[in-house]
């Protein structure tokens, strides 16, 4: 059974870097595309970014300039870093297993402020 | 690039089929054999419920069905249940690497 599990701060001071990790367990990341989604308290999914085994990236055009995914194989994890944040940057972040026709294994989630 | 459109709510009595809408554009929903549907309960993560515009999981009852034609996309739940309340996102892929999610429609069972 696979799982995936976020870790990280839940509070991060604003113009810092937020950085989470994700650990599959039950799964290799060395198949599939495994992403980064949030959510604002109250709003909508929002897809952040994925990573392929192949170290190939994309992320959403107004976030890129602020976003970097990597992935360690040794320790089946994968990694956000979102730099410069502000408040608007508050979400639950869940990191999630798919493919180009969805996403079928997702973390539980993990909360992060950003405040002072 | 904008969220897919969803109607912020519908409702229904048990027994009865709702429709959720998703619109998207012709770089997404309309583009590609790729549109997911998500469910989501309070305080936790969602769950994917249709994959690849109209295949269900396994686990997943029949009575979710989902479909696409032009840049709409579509699921409906027949059959309702109290247990469907919920939060429901549709996803698309966009093109190079990338995909959107639909705003969120909120479903109670009356």
């Known amino acids: 059974q696979v799982q995936l599990q976020e870790s990280g701060p839940g509070l991060v001071k604003p113009s810092e870097t937020l950085s989470l990790s994700c650990t599959v367990s039950g799964d290799s990341i060395s198949s599939y595309y495994w992403s980064w989604i949030r959510q604002p308290p109250g709003k909508e999914l929002e897809w952040i970014g994925y990573i392929y085994s192949s170290g190939n990236t994309n992320y959403k055009r107004s976030l890129k300039s602020r976003v970097t995914i990597s992935m360690d194989m040794s320790k089946n994890q994968f990694s956000l870093n979102l730099t410069s944040v502000t408040a608007a940057d508050s979400a639950v972040y869940y990191c999630a297993r798919g493919w180009f026709g969805g996403f079928n294994v997702w973390g539980q989630g993990t909360t992060v402020t950003v405040s002072s | 690039q904008s969220a897919l459109t969803q109607p912020p709510s519908v409702s229904g009595s048990p027994g009865q089929t709702v429709t959720i809408s998703c619109s998207g554009t012709?770089?997404?929903?309309?583009?590609?054999?790729?549109v997911s549907w998500y469910r989501q309960n309070p305080g936790k993560a969602p769950k994917l419920i249709i994959h690849d515009v109209t295949k269900r999981p396994s686990g997943v009852p029949d009575r979710f069905s989902a479909s696409k034609s032009g840049n709409r996309a579509s699921l409906t739940i027949s059959g309702l249940r109290a247990e469907d309340e919920g939060d429901y996102y549709c996803?698309?892929?966009?093109?190079?690497?990338?995909?959107?999610f639909g705003g969120g429609t909120k479903l109670t069972v009356l």
């Open positions: 996803c698309s892929y966009a093109g190079t690497y990338t995909w959107i």
């Open positions: 012709s770089d997404d929903v309309s583009a590609y054999y790729y």
